[in-house]
């Protein structure tokens, strides 16, 4: 197998992992939001929270939510994104092998 075979061998399969490791942290991101988000809400249950605080938490909890709801649709863009990129790879591939005659060839029983 020469270089530049192996190379676009090998190109998709390192994006793809690439790929993954950020959506892996997005995920780990959403996860601590979600925790802080259940976290400030147990807060404001607490009957024995002061008034300040309490109004301190009520008003950092829409932020919250914002910043969750953000961080789900760039986790769901990267899914596009992968599933995309996987997709453009599999078409490039079956190009490469329809444009390097191994269809003809098996045809012709070689």
């Known amino acids: 197998m020469d270089s530049p075979t192996l190379t676009a061998a090998v190109a998709p399969i390192v994006l793809v992992s690439a790929a993954g490791l950020l959506l892996n942290g997005m995920q780990t991101k959403n996860l601590h939001l979600s925790d802080r988000i259940r976290g400030l ?4 249950r607490n009957p024995a929270l002061t008034p300040v605080r ?3 938490v009520t008003d950092q909890l829409p932020y919250f939510a914002q910043r969750i709801r953000l ?5 769901e863009l990267l899914y596009i994104a992968i599933l995309c990129f996987v997709g ?5 591939a079956s190009a490469f092998g329809v444009g390097s005659g191994v269809g003809e060839r098996c045809a012709a029983g070689r």
């Open 54 to 56: 309490r109004r301190q």
């Open 88 to 92: 453009t790879s599999l078409l490039l």
């Open 41 to 44: 809400t147990a807060e404001v």
């Open 71 to 75: 961080s789900q649709h760039a986790l």
